[in-house]
């Protein structure tokens, strides 16, 4: 009703030369407007609501002595009094009664059969109706979409109260829509049905549900898959698990798509249960088709990650665990560590990278620091210089680079702290010293010992296989060279703690560093904490378990079955290339022999294909990707080679082309950049799956069919 006026039987509307005024928020004053308007059914509406939707045209309020002109402005104690008393006849309230009445008077007569005439005008008249409630349906789904699209806030923060002085977002685009002359709208009270927050809320459910039917049809049309879950989330203060499904198209493209938000609460048993109920039951996944899984995850929430891995294992072997390449691969094993000393190194490193990317003048700072730690090393000085200017925290080596750069970061951080020429702002010196205050931790000194000497024994294996296809390949057949060399580290540790420990009492020392047991501990004043020794302590509560955690995990990830299929990739023609001496095995391949089109023919047709590209003339280039192989025109002449190559795309240890590679950087964008009392975990589908190609249509007969009766339903 904000376009109109709301007294009985007034036409006026927002064009018209007479102004509109709000109903006003004062309870008294309200209610006297009420009664002067005698609008009976609207008694049970707060002064809000009707502040909010409802107007009074100028024809209802008395001009000025010296003035015919209708007025434009009202005071705050200004009243209506101008009103028809024949407005009570067309009062809803009395109508009603007045229609019983007769009603009563005439019960008991002898009821006239409706002429077809008759029966045909009712047809048509509700054929209208419900037209143009599919019309007004529509245009709620088409502004909602809009805002989705775009990351705008729907409704108000669920923190922040609302201010009953303006309108949220969706009202605001919806009473523009009616300005504009939006017919679907207009045939509606749309401020009562389309802004209530049951039916925003309703409205928005029937849009995620689309949104994602869309993609597992996607899914489902292109055969296998894979689940592929990021770090856990919080959004309006509960946790969820994000799910991504990686496939290969039909134009073998491969593909990813973000599916939505598990809620991520519950004991471990009880919630992968949950979980895989979920996704099959509500989201309609077919888990027969799942042929790879991968899981990034913190140390808190691990173990429930690991439960359900095993369990979607358990009910589905051939979902093989694979390893997932957001992260390199040594800060995705220690991210998986609920160890307190590598967790503290984890936090850190984060809160160092967002730390120097808030001015790169805190960069040139610790540029300088490192000039005054290395002051006759110009190399040495140069190399780590070039190295800071980079997201030097994610890389292969982030835990041997941290360490050789850990002097000029505390010197850095403390000056930056001390804010003597009052350059920082009081964020900046806060932060450095949340920062300043880890570095100076024994705690911590002793995690980045540890895991660099762990992780360094994975370092040229964890960067081939994140590397481009001959990498991988290569990378593949050294993983039990790496499996041997943790063993002789955890056969031995007694020795290799003993070695760690003095480098990290020996870097304590230069930068006047005491070697203690961890704050959290000496916080809890147990009772035997003065007996216990710092390197002995830190041998079983560090040391031990993150070498065997880090064995443990690379032989979990990098299975018999995964590393044959990853060895697959030798049928790329850039690896034929390397490897002309041998025909690609076909043992490898029988890894897939379940879903391949033809077992039979294997042994014949990968002779050919191996024929085929180790035949090629000098100079000439041959593919060198997974993506560049399945593009080449006559692959589709070897079924069984494409089925293999298909079943390699939707891996999720191989990293997507950046063509390919969206669905994760929307996800990371929508994160980052929404607010968290913005955030929600419907429109999150839609504005990340963007390009889905929804259906305005679909998604109102999905809403009728749902909510029959509307609001109410």
Known sequence: ?????????????????????????????????LE?????????????????????????????????????????????????????????????????????????????????VEVHKEEATITSKEDGYKDYLRSLFEALVLLGEQNIPVTWSSTIKQ??????????????????????????????????????????????????????????????????????????????????LRYVDDSNYQRERFVGFLPFDGDAD??????????????????????????????????????????LMEKYPMAMLTFQPTQALNISLANDMALSGVQLVISTLKKIESFFDQSPLLCLE??????VIYPEKEEKAKELKETCCTSWTRRHDAFEVTL?????????????????????SDQITYDALEISKALADFEFIMALVVLKNTMILLRAFAKNIQGEATDIYFAAGSVKAVLHSLKEVADNIDVYHEFWTEEAVN??????????????????????????????????????????????????????????????????????????????????MLVFKNDIPNVGSLTAELHCWWVKWNKKGKGESLPSTLQETLQQADVKFFPNMLAVLRLLGILPTLALDTSCDVAFK????????????????????????????????????????????????
């Open 666 to 713: 929307r996800f990371k964008t929508y994160m980052h950049n929404t607010p968290d009392t913005a955030k929600s975990k419907s429109l999150a589908l839609l504005n990340i799956n963007n390009d889905v190609g929804y259906d305005l249509d679909s998604m109102v007969d999905i809403y009728m069919k749902t909510y029959p009766n509307g609001e109410d339903a």
């Open 270 to 311: 009880v919630l992968s249960e949950k979980l895989l109920s979920e996704m099959i039951d509500e989201w309609g996944l077919n888990m027969d088709q799942c042929r790879g899984q991968a899981h990034s995850c913190s140390g808190t929430h691990f173990a429930k990650i690991k439960a359900f891995a095993a369990k």
């Open 404 to 424: 050789e750069l850990l002097e000029a970061l505390l010197l850095c951080v403390d000056s930056v702290h001390d804010n003597e020429d009052l350059r920082w």
């Open 1 to 33: 009703m904000q376009n109109q006026c709301a007294a009985p039987n007034c036409t006026s509307v927002k064009s018209d030369l007479y102004s509109l005024f709000r109903f006003p928020l004062d309870a008294e004053r309200c209610k006297m407007w």
């Open 366 to 371: 610790l540029e300088h620091a490192i000039s």
């Open 507 to 588: 870097l304590s020392a230069t930068m006047e560093i005491p070697v203690e047991l961890p704050r959290s501990l000496l916080r809890k004043h147990q009772s035997d904490v003065g007996t216990l020794q710092p390197e002995n302590y830190y041998k079983e509560h560090l040391t031990v378990p993150v070498v065997n955690n880090t064995l443990k995990e690379v032989g979990e990830l990098f299975s018999d079955d995964h590393l044959k299929a990853l060895k697959c990739l030798s049928l790329v023609p850039a690896v034929i290339e390397q490897n002309k001496a041998s025909q690609p095995e076909e043992e490898n």
């Open 36 to 116: 002067k308007c005698q609008r009976e059914d609207l008694k049970e509406k707060s002064p809000e609501h009707l502040f909010r939707y409802y107007r009074l045209c100028a024809k209802h309020f008395e001009t000025s002595d010296d003035s015919s002109d209708p007025i434009t402005v009202i005071n705050d104690d200004t009243i209506p009094t101008i009103f028809d008393e024949a407005n009570k006849l067309q009062n809803p309230q009395i109508k009603r009664t007045q229609e019983t009445d007769e009603d009563t008077k005439t019960k008991g007569r002898k009821k006239i059969k409706k002429s077809n």
């Open 163 to 244: 201010d009953t002085i303006g309108l949220n977002n969706f009202e605001a685009l919806l009473e523009y829509r009616i300005s504009c002359g939006d017919e679907g709208l207009k045939k509606y009270d749309v401020n009562k049905e389309g802004c209530s927050s049951r039916h925003l809320k309703q409205l928005i459910e029937v849009c995620e549900r689309c949104i994602r039917s869309k993609v597992m049809e996607e899914v489902k049309e292109n055969g296998f898959f894979s689940l592929i879950t990021d770090d856990l989330v919080k959004i309006l203060q509960e946790w969820y698990l994000p799910v991504f």
